[in-house]
């Protein structure tokens, strides 16, 4: 999963970049984007690691991509800088929350100017498709286009009332026929506001909230400040500034949870590993995270909660109490779920 960061300029895309992947961005790489890949810490996969003390365990991983900002006033390029995260599959909006500005405006600003990016996508394929449908063409390929086009144009009716393309809940089938454009109002958002230092722990608006009721919050820059000090300062510091903890882990994981993502696990002696998988995929199609021949070749899973687990305290009390269970390939997986695949392959 590839998150792009995503806002005004200014509004602190690359504080948080570099707060939440550790990588420290290069301003010389700032107009074509940079990528970072955090792992999702999760302690439930520390809770499995020290049960199975495997020779390695691996984390969920994610991938940002730090994006150039949208000027508000000089619009020009606004566009170009967008489509650096066409092919990103969610979407992070950085809000500027430590100079006082009106959040909700920024919003919906940011929203206005990735509706009018993709409206300029959208009027343009049809108008190329209306000049291909005067050539003499096989009619199959005219039925194709033609359907492209009503989808297309009911998109755009949409953006005249603005809309984003997602409110349309577009069909699985229309889904793919407009998947190639990228389109950025079609992809999975999670408003992120960027607060100032002594904002840390305070609500946020309800005009944002309306607009936005996911919205996460923290004071990035100040957490990594901070985590750039020595253990004294930092102590220091934080009783100081009266801060009682660091909220980039839980931020992460709101962020992988937010994208539509869960994991599930598979433990052993070798290895321990959660694996990022979309909420409300079947297990055939989640074994094909881990290896396309085990999804191809799927014949079953072996499954157990992860609470049914802690539960027992072991894979052999859990088969006694009935807990460990098989389960066909269209069993739809559940967030931590422990899992073994069988499959012919
Ligand atoms: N005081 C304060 N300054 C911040 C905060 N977050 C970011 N800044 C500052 O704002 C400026 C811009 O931050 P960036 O993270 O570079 O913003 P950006 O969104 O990446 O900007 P562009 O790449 O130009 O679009 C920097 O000087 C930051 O130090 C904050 O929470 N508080
Ligand atoms: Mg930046």
Known sequence: MKVGIAGFSGSGKSTVFQWL????????????????????????????????????????????????????????????????????????????????????????????????????????????????????KPAKEKERDQLEIDILTRINEGFEEGQPASALGLKEDEEKAVRSFQLLTLKRQLVFVNQGDDQGGKELPKDLLELAPDAVAAPAKLEMELSELSDEDRKAFMSDMGVTGFSR??????????????????????????????????????????????SRGFVRGEVVGYDDFVACGSMKEAKTRGLYRLESKTYIVKDADIMHILAST
């Not at 420290?24 to 020290?50: A, H, I, W």
């Not at 995929?281 to 021949?293: F, K, L, N």
């Open 21 to 136: 992947t550790g990588v420290v961005p290069d301003p010389s790489r700032s107009q074509q984007g940079q990528m970072g890949k955090p792992e999702v810490p999760d302690p439930r996969l520390t809770f499995l690691s020290g049960l199975f003390k495997p020779k390695k365990t691996t984390a969920a991983k994610m991938e940002f991509l730090d994006t150039p900002g949208l000027n508000p006033s000089e619009r020009r390029d606004n566009a170009r800088r967008l489509g650096i995260m066409r092919d990103a599959d969610g979407l992070l909006i950085v809000l500027n929350g430590y100079s006082g500005g009106n959040l909700a405006d920024e919003l919906r600003k940011f929203r206005d100017e990735m509706l009018v990016a993709d409206m300029e996508i959208v009027m343009s394929r049809i108008d190329k498709l209306r000049d291909q449908l005067k050539k003499a």
């Open 249 to 294: 882990d839980e931020v992460v994981r709101q962020i992988f949870a937010g994208m539509g993502l869960i994991v599930f696990f598979t433990v052993g002696e070798d290895e321990c590993r959660a694996w990022p998988i979309i909420n409300g995929v079947s297990a055939m199609e989640a074994a094909g995270a881990i290896h396309t021949d085990l």
